[in-house]
């Protein structure tokens, strides 16, 4: 590799995994994700020293950070902080040029944002801290089911007669859920009645904003089938997913920290 060359780094640094991301003339050309756990600093250390590592490069070779996430002051270099809806927005944009709404659904909070036909965060809503409108459900879900988070989006796609929940409140949904299934309802009809309440909300979120296509969803909600398929039914419109839909965030602060 020429020495010429200038490597940038991202790292979004959230509640429930950490993502790094480096690029070269905006090319992701590597990335690693960790479970963020209790100590932020130093899974973003280790994140970053991975990336670096798969790349071949060492930190010295790195021309500009950006950090984004819920634990962005927890970076262990220094680093420029830029939030995380706009390093969304960055990461989307670069890799669907079209993009005018972006859903982040996380572990902890769902964002939707609408873009300007530049690129600009035009609005920008995030969802209240309630269970059901994040990646948090579907983990109570799981566990009350007792099935792998890779387990519920291809289960879901199964249902032939979604279970109806009569309540969007993850605590009333956790007990309803286990009422259902003493009543005898099969597993993929419950989760496809939660993908249909998540997206219900995920949607109203969406709708506030004045979502124009077209829509990307990101975050862990996008490696569910199910969920990204009842989000798309509920807005009516086809909704794009990355390959890798918990990086964009990581892969835009990179790009942004490459454009500084």
Avoid: W
């Avoid at 890799?95 to 964002?111: K, M, N």
């Avoid at 036909?117 to 948090?136: N, T």
């Amino acid at each position: 590799m020429s020495d010429s060359i200038a490597y940038y780094a991202g790292l979004d640094i959230g509640s429930a995994f950490t993502k790094a991301a480096l690029v070269d003339r905006g090319r992701m050309i590597a990335f690693e994700i960790f479970a963020s756990g209790g100590n932020y600093k130093e899974t973003a250390r280790q994140a970053l020293e991975a990336a670096l590592s798969d790349a071949g490069i060492n930190f010295g070779k790195l021309s500009g950070i950006v950090v984004t996430g819920v634990g962005a002051d927890s970076a262990p270099f220094p680093a420029q902080q830029i939030s995380d809806i706009s390093c969304q927005a960055k990461g989307c944009r670069r890799l669907y040029p079209s993009a005018r709404t972006v859903i982040d659904i996380g572990g902890q909070f769902t964002r939707a944002a609408r873009l300007s036909p530049q690129g600009k965060i035009a609005d920008f809503l995030i969802s209240e801290k309630c269970a059901a409108g994040s990646g948090r459900f579907l983990q109570i879900i799981a566990r009350i089911l007792n099935i792998g988070l890779d387990e519920i989006g291809p289960l879901s796609l199964k249902s032939r007669a979604p279970v109806e929940f009569s309540t969007n409140c993850a605590v009333f949904a956790e007990s309803e859920t286990i009422s259902r299934i003493a009543e005898g309802a099969l597993t993929e009809d419950i989760l496809a009645g939660v993908h249909r309440a998540m997206a219900s909300k995920v949607s109203m979120l969406v709708k506030r904003i004045k979502m124009e296509p077209e829509v990307v969803l990101t975050g862990g909600g996008g490696e569910d089938s199910g969920l990204v398929r009842a989000v798309g039914k509920a807005l009516g419109v086809a909704v794009l997913v990355p390959e890798k839909p918990r990086l964009t965030a990581a892969f835009g602060a990179a790009c942004l920290a490459e454009e500084e």
